[in-house]
C-alpha cells in the first residue's frame, strides 16, 4: 500500500514517517484491498489565547469506497493515534456489517415482491425543518464577522450521487459519518441516511425530485 504524507503550516519529520508506517499496520490488516494511503497534517493557530493545534487526517483509497478519519490535538503524533483508531473502527465495523449480513440478513433489504423497503424506518421530514432551510432560518457565521466565536460551520459541495437505500448505508459506514446524503436511485428523491441505535438506520427523504439536469449528468 502506497503511503502520501502532506503538511501544512508544519513540517513532517523522519521520526513522524517513522511512526506512520509503524501504525498503519493495523489499516493494513483491516484493509487488505487498499492501494493508497493520504495523510495530511494541518497546523492551525487561533486568535483569542487559544492553544494552536493539529489535524490528522486520513483518506484510505482502494477499490471500494473511500475511508476518510480525522482527529485533532495539541500533538500530531497523538492526533495521527486517534486517527488511526477511527479509522479502524470505520473499517471493523463495515467488515462485521459485512458478515453479519451475510449470516443473518436484516437491517435495510428491498423487497421485489411488493417493491417495499422493509427493515428501516422511513421518516419524512418535518415541514418546520424543510421550512427553515428553505428560507435560510438556520444561523450561520458571516465570512465578514470581524468579532471572534468558537463557532466554525465548515460547508463542502458535493455533486449528486445516485444509489440504493443500501449502498448509501455501507458508504456511511465506511466514511465513519452519522449520515450520509444521496438521491435515491429508486425515486429520485435527495435523501438522507442516518445511524439510529445498533444496525438500525433511518432515512429522511424530501418530496421533490433531482432536477432533470443532474439526472441527464448521471446517465
Known amino acids: ?9 508544519v513540517g513532517i519529520t523522519d521520526r ?27 497546523h492551525r493557530a ?10 490528522v487526517e486520513l483518506t484510505l483509497v482502494g477499490k471500494g469506497p473511500v475511508v476518510r478519519a480525522e482527529a485533532v490535538d495539541g500533538d500530531k ?5 486517534l486517527a488511526v483508531d477511527k479509522m479502524a473502527e470505520q473499517l471493523r465495523r463495515a467488515k462485521e456489517k459485512r ?28 415541514v418546520d425543518v424543510l421550512q427553515a432551510v428553505a428560507t435560510g432560518a438556520i444561523p ?3 465570512e465578514e464577522a470581524e468579532e471572534y466565536s468558537p463557532v466554525v460551520i465548515r460547508t463542502k459541495n458535493f455533486d449528486p450521487e445516485w444509489m440504493t437505500v443500501e449502498e448509501a448505508v455501507d458508504r456511511m459506514e465506511l466514511v465513519g459519518h452519522d449520515f ?16 439510529r441505535k445498533g444496525w438500525d438506520y433511518g432515512v429522511i427523504s424530501l418530496t421533490t425530485q433531482a432536477s432533470p439536469e443532474e439526472a441527464a449528468l448521471a446517465s
Open 180 to 195: 450520509f446524503l444521496f438521491v435515491d436511485a429508486r425515486t429520485d428523491h435527495p435523501s438522507v441516511v442516518y445511524r
Open 16 to 42: 513522524f514517517r517513522t511512526v506512520v508506517e509503524e501504525k498503519i499496520a493495523r489499516v493494513q490488516q483491516l484493509a487488505s484491498r487498499a492501494q493508497r494511503l493520504d495523510i495530511k497534517v494541518t
Open 46 to 55: 487561533y486568535r483569542a489565547g487559544r492553544v494552536p493545534d493539529e489535524t
Open 1 to 9: 500500500m502506497e503511503t502520501s504524507i502532506v503538511g501544512v503550516g
Open 99 to 126: 458478515v453479519d449480513g451475510r449470516q443473518h440478513p436484516r437491517g435495510a433489504h428491498y423487497e421485489k415482491g411488493s417493491g417495499s423497503i422493509e427493515g428501516i424506518d422511513v421518516q419524512p421530514a418535518s
Open 140 to 142: 450561520t457565521q458571516s
Open 77 to 81: 503524533f497523538v492526533a495521527l493515534d
